[in-house]
Structures are given as structure tokens and as C-alpha cells.
């Protein structure tokens, strides 16, 4: 089963506006990542964030890190255009393993 | 120094054809992740390879499909006696040397394989 399952698995919200998508996961990590695809393209990388991190930020891109809930955030906040794509978190199965597990994906649409 | 390189970007096989994909990682990466998406889906983990070595193959189909990544030239995704139900897009991304969990993948942009 995947190990990481995004919410919403769509959503669509007007330029300018922010938004927040959800990641939740089953095992212990070391890190969690989030990834961008546009539409017919390969994954791009945004952030990562460490287990004993809490909160990343990385220009218009906040991320947050709950792991005794098992659940990271992603926030992008002054939303435009370019941002329409899905994102998808991935993480790792925890200690010694370098295998990454990616979420669903949630397909964001920013409309102009 | 370019990227992660896939080839073909699109290849249709007739049912019970080969089909070989081929991805050349970045300069100086020597890990290798093949991951297969089905549309409107996320990726699925098939194989994790190093040099000469396949470290984890638990997504990957015990049968028709292998994966190699030898000490010299690209990594090859080999699908034997395509299937309708392989039809997809293959990923390949790589990472440099790095501690469990840590590295930062660099994908290419993909393989898409289509079964007639």
C-alpha cells in the first residue's frame, strides 16, 4: 500500500489565493520530500525536511512536519498560474533504507 | 551538464514484444530509482540500483521484468512479453552517494510505453 497519501486529490483555488495540500504516512522516517510534476513531465524537487524538523520554508513554499501525527503540510502561499501542476510528497521507509515511497499527489489548478 | 536522461521518450510495442528503456543518470550520481506511473496516478517504486548492483527490487514484478545498471553505460528497465496492463510511464531519477533517506532525487522525463 502507499506509504503516503496526499489530500485533496484536487484542487482548484484562484490566482493570488494560497494553497494547502496534505501528506500522511505510516511508517517512521528520517525525512519527508515534496515534488512537483507538471502535466507529462518529470518531478521536479521543492523541499525536504528532516524528522526532527518542524517547519521549512523555502521562498513562497511552507512546509510542516508533524511526526507523531504522521503528517506533513505543504503551503504555497500568492498562488499563480505556473504553480498549476500535481505535487506529491515521498519519503523514505526510515532507518537504513533508501527507498522513496510517493504519495497520490494532489493536482493543483491555479486559475488566471 | 545536462540532466537525468531517458530514452526513448515514447515507445509502442505490440502485446508480447521487448521493450528496453535506457536512462543515463546525472554526472556523478551512482544511485538509480526506476518508478512506473500509471495516468492520473502517483508513482509506484519498481527498483533501486547502484553501480553493478540491484540494492531493492520489492516493487518490481517477479516475472518479464528486470533491471540492470552496469559499471559502464545507462541503466536499462527490461520488460519481456509486454502486456496490455504495462502501459505507463517509466520514471528514472538519480541521487549522488548520500545517507539513508536524505538524498534528493533528479528525475528524467520519462519513458511512456504503450502496449498495443
Known amino acids: 500500500s502507499q506509504q503516503g497519501e496526499e489530500d485533496p486529490q484536487a484542487l482548484s483555488i484562484q490566482e493570488g489565493e494560497n494553497a494547502t495540500m496534505n501528506c500522511s504516512y505510516k511508517?517512521?522516517?528520517?525525512?519527508l520530500q515534496w515534488y512537483r510534476q507538471n502535466s507529462g513531465r518529470g518531478l521536479v524537487h521543492l523541499i525536504l525536511?528532516?524528522?526532527?524538523?518542524r517547519e521549512k520554508h523555502s521562498g513562497r513554499l511552507r512546509v510542516t512536519l508533524d511526526t507523531s501525527k504522521k503528517s506533513s503540510s505543504l503551503l504555497i502561499t500568492a498562488s499563480r498560474a505556473a504553480d498549476t501542476a500535481s505535487y506529491f510528497c515521498?519519503?523514505?521507509?526510515?532507518?537504513?533504507?533508501?527507498?522513496?515511497?510517493f504519495g497520490t499527489g494532489t493536482r493543483l489548478k491555479v486559475l488566471a | 551538464n545536462a540532466g537525468v536522461m531517458q530514452n526513448p521518450r515514447h515507445l509502442v510495442r505490440r502485446r508480447g514484444q521487448e521493450a528496453r528503456l535506457r536512462c543515463s543518470p546525472m554526472?556523478?550520481?551512482?544511485?538509480v530509482y526506476w518508478y512506473r506511473q500509471l495516468p492520473e496516478e502517483g508513482l509506484k517504486f519498481m527498483v533501486y540500483?547502484?553501480?553493478?548492483?540491484?540494492?531493492?527490487e520489492s516493487g518490481m514484478p517477479k516475472e518479464r521484468f528486470s533491471a540492470e545498471f552496469p559499471k559502464e553505460g545507462p541503466s536499462i528497465l527490461r520488460i519481456q512479453q509486454v502486456v496490455r496492463g504495462d502501459s505507463a510511464a517509466y520514471f528514472c531519477?538519480?541521487?549522488?552517494?548520500?545517507?539513508?533517506?536524505?538524498?534528493?532525487?533528479?528525475f528524467g522525463a520519462g519513458s511512456r510505453l504503450t502496449v498495443l
Open positions: 525536511i528532516r524528522s526532527n524538523e
Open positions: 515521498a519519503t523514505d521507509g526510515g532507518t537504513g533504507t533508501y527507498k522513496y515511497i
Open positions: 511508517t517512521s522516517i528520517n525525512n
Open positions: 540500483l547502484q553501480k553493478e548492483n540491484i540494492i531493492d
Open positions: 531519477a538519480s541521487s549522488p552517494q548520500g545517507a539513508p533517506g536524505a538524498n534528493v532525487l533528479t
Open positions: 554526472k556523478g550520481h551512482s544511485h
